[in-house]
């Protein structure tokens, strides 16, 4: 999206590059942020004037609004012939969304998971990290591992099929007069719009002032993938999934890490490697997905035995856990 200006920061080196890398993470950080109060609270409203369940907007249009900079990077990345960037943007992302943005939203409010989120989306995000798995290990041309054309599509149709399904599921909300928001509803879209963009600057902004950071300290592009860009490209939903559980909107909290998870690697992925397909993967991201699936499955596992919702030390737990990824990818790439 905002490739012409980067390739202008470029042309600069030393300490006039570093000063611009500043910067751009600082002005990111106030896009993200203000852009984000104002995409949960115009995205709440306009569930409320259109009777839709909070959860539905989370899972749709927050977590696909918020997932831009992930799109943005993953497949120009991906158009580039960065395979390993791409695809460790997508599993960082995802690992980052459960651990960190969740595990965050639980310190600010007990988050009470829906009973159809329960039923329908956490097993549909454990099934698409098992597919992601299976795709990458099998049918491979080459020998290693690789996301063929044939498997990105049908990623590509199973999202269609995903966004359908949630709508048609998903009870509409009853309201009362007292309930209905003053703002009209053009306004709202108009506001979901402009902040929506506003998020997916604030990320490339980030993600390319810590990237450029990052290459200058010597680290590979998987690492980078998966540590920088990742947390860059996801800081959209840990500070939308913050702001909506500081305002006690915690379906739209939670949808929206759920969400983007199956909408980074149903999408993101799904588009990328239809335009490049993914040849002679990392091994190590392998071990990076499985990681990613385990997440999956102690968040659904969670969900279902904490009959009271996921509290705060659930939350800490999971930041402490990221932590230690970190930790081991950090010395992954540097130790081994």
Known sequence: MLDFLFDIFLKTSGFWLILICILCIVGGMVLLIKGAD?????????AKKLGVSSLVIGLTVVSIGTSLPEASVSISSAIKGSNGLSIGNVVGSNIFNILVVLGCSCMFAPIIVDKGLKKRDLPILIGTGLLLLMFTIWFNKTGNYDILRFEAIILLVLFIGYIVLTILTTPK???TEEEKPKMKTWLCLIIIVVSGIAIACGGEFVTFGAKELAIKMGADEILVGLTIVAVGTS?????TSIMAAKKKENEIAVGNAVGSSI?????????????SPYYNV???VIIDIIIMLVTFILTTLLVIFCK???GRKTG????ILYVAYLTYIILRNYCF
């Open 235 to 239: 800081l959209p939903e840990l500070v």
């Open 263 to 275: 909408f980074n690697i149903l999408f993101i992925l799904g588009a990328a490697a239809t335009i």
């Open 308 to 310: 009271n919702g996921i």
């Open 282 to 284: 990392n091994p190590d």
């Open 173 to 175: 909300k009853e309201e």
């Open 316 to 319: 800490i737990i999971f930041v």
């Open 38 to 46: 104002f995409f949960v609270g115009s995205a709440s409203t306009l």
